[in-house]
């Protein structure tokens, strides 16, 4: 995946959506140009990017790449010359959003991709100026976009099918769910459902059923935990009981004819309504700036797809399991340790959830933080998601760890693992937690005992596990052996 990086990305505009662009592709290890004129779009971008910096060190456990290189240009030209890629994420207006784009056509390389964010404009009318239309589509993502992994793919009349294909790979390349959309139609998929949803919501507003910070409260507490992890359809068809979709839609269909919707129809957005809405928005708000809305955000976002990424037996669901294949792949793409040195499996940023009422890390977030290390190094040798579904695993049949120093919330961390040594059905491995200053906080030593799940019994690993073990096991021997290998707990009898 990582040869459909770009080289280098330009981003033209820097307010909200563009922003967020630059630090996904940043925080991807891609080189980034911006062009916007506002003359605070250096410091929205850079206070976006810090946003993202501490979002993306909490939810992602993989070494990540070298961070990319951040330039402010002064001109669209100098932004997009050498670029490979250009995401364009100006005002949605059709007529500013034409002029941009053919100042960009005019001046890329001429084998770049340019992916308009727009969030319901038609590509084909989009490519009405441009000279090489066929290299442009609509790439609309979610805000925020360097934590929610969507963005839907929308050919233009003219967009050539090898750009589609060159698209897709590039934002998969980046962590993200690109979702081909099958027709090109006014505001795409994902907001005409919201669209849907935000009409009601404003008409419950004007007929005073309920405020802003009800209706928000009655998504977020019910309905809006279910569409994170299986959407609208997958919801439904639990909600139909054992005989499924079929019962729902017998049961639920008939009331789709009762009047119960004003889907067709929005109230007046006159002064006063504008008003009702701002301020009780505000109330709502609670003093909080956007910026620490957006951390807030951002916190509760990680916590729900870390989450989703445990589910269903390690493999994860929904964004959760995107999350772990794109861990897998960084760590795949991460530069490997010099042979006879212990692996780096694991970095990331203490959240706040693990820490206890002393204030510190608790011990059983370095129990999983251990574990997670060992399912890297299993997925390093051949031994992960695959090789257990083949009906072979290892266990962990005993683990010793030590606490040696205090760990605080937003730390920095990585982890690293020793084999200590080896046959033909076990593993014996040193973890250790290092803080971000280096030091060394914690230690688990592990015995991994290799199971025919089937049979239910211990059994020899295949020869290309233990082959892969070998490999690093071997250069590894010549590494000393860790003072606290095979300690057990002080005997203060």
């Not at 996904?24 to 971008?45: H, K, M, Y």
């Not at 977030?365 to 083949?390: K, M, P, S, W």
């Not at 290309?464 to 860790?482: D, K, T, Y």
Request: glycine share 10%; aromatic share 6%.
């Amino acid at each position: 995946m990582q040869e459909n990086l770009p080289r280098k990305a330009a981003c033209i505009g820097g307010g909200v959506i563009g922003a967020g662009w630059v630090a996904r592709l940043l925080l991807a290890g891609v080189d980034v140009s911006v062009f916007d004129p506002a003359p605070d779009a250096e410091r929205v971008v850079r206070e976006v990017l810090a946003n993202a910096e501490h979002a993306t060190a909490r939810l992602i456990s993989a070494p990540l790449p070298p961070q990319g290189t951040l330039s402010f240009a002064s001109s669209i030209e100098a932004a997009v010359e050498g670029a490979d890629f250009i995401q364009e994420s100006v005002p949605e207006r059709l007529d500013l959003k034409r002029r941009i784009l053919g100042a960009i056509d005019a001046a890329a390389p001429a084998d770049a991709l340019i992916g308009s964010s727009t969030s319901g404009l038609l590509p084909t009318d989009l490519q009405a100026e441009m000279s090489h239309p066929g290299r442009l589509f609509v790439a609309h993502p979610f805000n925020p976009v360097y934590l929610l992994p969507l963005v839907e793919l929308v050919a233009g009349g003219r967009t050539a099918p090898e750009s589609m294909e060159r698209a897709v790979a590039l934002y998969g390349a980046i962590g993200m769910k690109p979702v081909v959309i099958r027709r090109e139609i006014e505001a795409f998929v994902g907001d005409r459902l919201l669209e849907a949803l935000w009409r009601e919501a404003l008409w419950l507003v004007n007929d005073d059923v309920a405020t802003t910070e009800e209706i928000d409260d009655i998504i977020r507490y019910s309905f809006g935990l279910r569409w994170a992890q299986m959407g609208l359809f997958e919801t439904y068809r639990i909600a139909g009981g054992e005989p499924g979709m079929r019962h729902f839609l017998a049961q639920f269909g008939p009331a789709l004819k009762w009047p119960w919707t004003k889907l067709m129809d929005v109230p007046d957005l006159d002064d006063a309504f504008i008003e009702k809405i701002a301020s009780q928005s505000d109330e709502q708000a609670q003093g909080r700036g956007v910026r620490t809305l957006e951390r807030i955000r951002d916190d509760n976002l990680v916590g729900i797809i870390r989450a989703l990424a445990a589910e269903q037996g390690g493999k994860g669901w929904g964004a959760g399991a995107l999350l772990r294949e794109h861990e897998a792949r960084l760590r795949a793409a991460a530069e490997p340790a010099p042979a006879g040195e212990p692996l780096r499996l694991m970095e990331g940023e203490v959240d706040a959830a693990w820490i206890d009422y002393n204030g510190h890390m608790t011990e059983s977030r370095y129990l999983q933080v251990f574990g997670e290390t060992t399912d890297a190094l299993l997925a390093r040798i051949g031994a992960g998601a695959d090789y257990v579904a083949g009906g072979r695993s290892f266990y962990t049949v005993e683990t010793h760890i030590r606490h040696l120093s205090e760990t605080k919330q937003g730390e920095a961390f990585h982890t690293t693992t020793q084999i200590l040594g080896t046959d033909a059905k076990r593993i014996r491995v040193m973890h250790r937690f290092h803080g971000g200053d280096g030091t060394l906080r914690a230690t688990a030593e592990q015995m991994l005992l290799h199971v025919d799940m089937g049979a239910g019994r211990a059994s020899r690993a295949t020869p290309e596990v233990l082959e892969a073990i070998a490999a690093i096991a071997g250069p590894q021997r010549a590494l000393p052996i860790p003072p606290e290998a095979g300690r057990g707990i002080s005997d203060l009898r």
